[in-house]
C-alpha cells in the first residue's frame, strides 16, 4: 500500500500517552483497535461491491472510484492502527479481525450493486463523514486532527459519489421497485436512528442538545460519548440524509 503524502505528515510520535489522562488513553486504545476492526471489514465489503461492479459491466468510471475506494480503506485501516500503536495499544492483525463475506450468489448482480451502493455508500458514508466532521471540528490534538482530517477527506468523496450512482440505478424503476428499495433503504436507516433513540430516551429533554456534551477531553483523541454520538446521527440524518433520501425517492 503506498504511504502519501499526508500519511508521512503525521508525527505519530507527538503524541505522548503518557501526558494524557490514563483512564482516557486506555479507552482510547480499546476503540482506535475496535477502529481498525470495523475499518478492515470495510475493505472486505468494497472490494467485494469492486466484484460486482465489473461483473455487471459498470462505467469505468464507477469501478475506477470504488478501486480506489479499497485503497483509500485499506489506508485508513493502517492510520488507524498507527494510532492505536502511538497511544500503545495493541494493533489487531489482519488474521485476526478478517470476517468470512456473506454469500450473495443468490441474488441477482445488479440487485446487489444497487444493495451495496445504498448500503455502503449512501447510508453508512454519511453518519460516517457526520461524526468524522464533528471531531475533526474540535479535535485538540494536532495528531488526532491530522488523522481525522486523512480520513474524512477520503469519506466525503465516497458519500458524494453514493448519490451519484444510486440515483442513476432507480432513475428508470418502476414504481414497485422503487417501493421495494425504499423500504430496504428505510430498514437500514431506522437500525442507526433506533440504537441512537434508545440512547436519547435515557437522557433529560434539556440535555438532547450537542451544548451539554462539549467532551473536550475526548475529542482530544478523536473519541465521542454515547449521548454525543446518539445526537450526531440524528443530526445527520435530518440535516444531510434525509434530504438525499428524498430526493433521490427514497425517503
Not at 458519500?159 to 450512482?165: C, D, R, S, V
Request: charge should be negative.
Amino acid at each position: 500500500m503506498a504511504v502519501t503524502p499526508t500519511d508521512v505528515a503525521i508525527d505519530f510520535a507527538a503524541l505522548d500517552p503518557g501526558a494524557l489522562p490514563r483512564v482516557l488513553v486506555e479507552q482510547a486504545r480499546v476503540v482506535w483497535a475496535d477502529r481498525v476492526r470495523t475499518e478492515y471489514r470495510s475493505v472486505q465489503v468494497a472490494a467485494r461491491f469492486l466484484t460486482e461492479v465489473l461483473a455487471a459491466g459498470e462505467p469505468l468510471d464507477v469501478t475506477r472510484a470504488v478501486a480506489e475506494t479499497v485503497e483509500e480503506e485499506l489506508r485508513h485501516a493502517e492510520l488507524r492502527g498507527r494510532m492505536c500503536a502511538a497511544l500503545g495499544g495493541r494493533v489487531p492483525a489482519p488474521r485476526e479481525i478478517a470476517a468470512p463475506i456473506e454469500d450473495l450468489g443468490a441474488v441477482p448482480l445488479e440487485e446487489r450493486v444497487l444493495a451495496s451502493a445504498i448500503s455502503l455508500f449512501l447510508i453508512a458514508e454519511a453518519f460516517s463523514v457526520g461524526y468524522l466532521q464533528d471531531l475533526v471540528a474540535r479535535a485538540g490534538h494536532p495528531v488526532t486532527r491530522a488523522v481525522l482530517n486523512a480520513i474524512a477527506g477520503d469519506e466525503a468523496e465516497h458519500e458524494a459519489f453514493g448519490p451519484e450512482l444510486v440515483a442513476r440505478k432507480v432513475r428508470d424503476l418502476p414504481p414497485a421497485r422503487r417501493d421495494a428499495w425504499r423500504a430496504f433503504t428505510g430498514r437500514l436507516v431506522r437500525g442507526h436512528l433506533d440504537r441512537a433513540e434508545r440512547v436519547l430516551q435515557r437522557l433529560a429533554p434539556e440535555d438532547r442538545r450537542l451544548d451539554r456534551w462539549p467532551e473536550p477531553e475526548r475529542a482530544t483523541l478523536g473519541l465521542l460519548g454515547e449521548a454525543r454520538l446518539a445526537l450526531l446521527c440524528r443530526r445527520t440524518y435530518e440535516e444531510r440524509l434525509a434530504p438525499t433520501l428524498v430526493r433521490l425517492g427514497l425517503g
